[in-house]
């Protein structure tokens, strides 16, 4: 291949790693189609390639609806132990955020909630609300029709915001933070009341079990969460053998959203997650598993930490 061809493909890779990223929820996942589709690119007759990103958004995507069509994958996400992997905010992978569906797009709220769409409804969803296509490119992309286009993106637009209708208006970061930072304050000072004051009521958590259950742990009602929180956030000698030592907590953004980062000896180990309205915890994603955190470790290690919230954890 020329070096033209590689630089024409290089100048995509971030979009499409963006856009890979939202359909399988996973950074690793991503990457493996965007390299699949530099596989495809390379091997292609290039010259009867009439517009070069099209042609490579249609590959990606098609690549990316295989992988959630596939047998392993129906099973591990229907086995209720997948979460999406989650991002520091600044990462490349999390794309484009210059309008609100953009940004939405990529929460571990929304990214979650994907996975109840079908994998045609899920494309269209991401074609359209994060990358702006028209329906007649989505159904080129896809190849199905137009009316067909409309009607996925009808249907995922419906589910995704009856879901998000709950809880009221998303906060802005600076109020986020400062909800997160008392929540915090109240969940490892004992304060159970204080705690369950900052919940909305329809809260929900889940929990991947630090990587050790075999399906994720969900929880629902103020009381419940509460309980889970209080007891996720008291240090005990095992945690600290589990987690491999002392921890020090950080206050970060993760896929748009505030969020605890858990580090021992520099490295990651934890986040959690959390979506914040009305001045209120709305729901929480806390993700322990070593495999769903090689990325944002990876770009924790290129960050000035700063002053962690809680140290000596």
């Known amino acids: 291949m020329d070096s033209a061809a590689v630089d024409q493909f290089e100048a995509g890779r971030g979009r499409l790693a963006s856009l890979a990223y939202r359909l399988l929820g996973s950074a690793a996942d991503a990457e493996d189609a965007v390299q699949d589709t530099f596989l495809r690119w390379q091997a292609a007759d290039r010259e009867r390639i009439e517009v070069p990103e099209a042609w490579l958004t249609k590959v990606a995507t098609n690549l990316c609806l295989d992988r959630l069509r596939s047998a392993q994958a129906r099973h591990e996400r229907t086995a209720g132990a997948w979460l999406p992997e989650p991002l520091l905010d600044g990462d490349p992978m999390l794309g484009p955020a210059d309008t609100f569906e953009q940004r939405e797009s990529v929460t571990l709220a929304v990214l979650t909630l994907l996975e109840r769409l079908s994998p045609a409804e899920r494309a269209v969803y991401v074609l359209r609300e994060a990358f702006s296509y028209s329906h007649a490119e989505i159904a080129a992309i896809l190849d199905i029709t137009e009316s067909a286009s409309q ?103 993760v896929n748009g959203t505030p969020a605890v980062v858990a580090v021992v000896g520099g490295r990651v180990v934890g986040t959690v997650a959390f979506e914040v309205r009305d001045g209120k915890v709305a729901s929480l994603y806390g993700i322990a598993a070593t495999d769903r955190l090689a990325r944002l470790d990876e770009g924790w290690q290129r960050r000035d930490p700063g002053v962690p919230v809680i140290d000596g954890w």
């Open 151 to 253: 009607q996925h993106a009808h249907r995922a637009r419906t589910r995704v915001a009856a879901e998000r209708r709950r809880g009221g208006g998303a906060a802005d970061p600076a109020s986020a933070r400062r909800v997160v930072e008392e929540f915090l304050a109240a969940a490892t000072s004992g304060r159970t009341d204080r705690l369950v004051a900052l919940l909305t009521d329809d809260v929900t958590a889940v929990s991947d079990g630090a990587g050790l259950a075999r399906r994720l742990l969900r929880y629902r009602s103020r009381e419940r969460v509460a309980s889970f929180v209080r007891a996720g956030f008291t240090s005990t000698p095992a945690k600290r053998r589990l987690a491999g030592g002392v921890l020090a907590m950080h206050l970060a953004r």
